[in-house]
């Protein structure tokens, strides 16, 4: 594979809303249960998703990817949420560690 050809071959992801990529790949990942009793605004699911879409926009900072959560919970629950980034830096961590 020629440099760079993998960069290009994304490229076409990058403009899609989270919900498209989760369609696209979404029943070729799969996840552990969350612990019983947890309700956490970003459980391991939404935390991949978001930070694959993160990383498909070219990385953009974490308070635009919150920002992508916001709009997504308010839109699928009539919910909002903090815009504090903190819980998502922290489920992402979770992510890495395993």
């Not at 979404?26 to 935390?47: K, M, N, Y």
Request: hydrophobic residues 35%.
């Amino acid at each position: 594979m020629k440099p760079g050809k993998t960069a290009s071959q994304l490229h076409p992801l990058r403009k899609r809303p989270l919900q498209e990529i989760q369609a696209l790949f979404g029943a070729r990942v799969e996840f552990e249960p969350e612990a019983p009793g947890r309700d956490r605004l970003f459980p391991q699911h939404s935390t991949f998703w978001l930070f694959l879409s993160q990383i498909l926009r070219g990385n953009v900072s974490c308070s635009e990817t919150v920002q992508n959560a916001q709009a997504c919970l308010c839109r699928e629950t009539g919910q909002t949420a903090s815009p504090n980034t903190a819980a998502y830096c922290k489920a992402r961590s979770r992510l890495i560690d395993g």
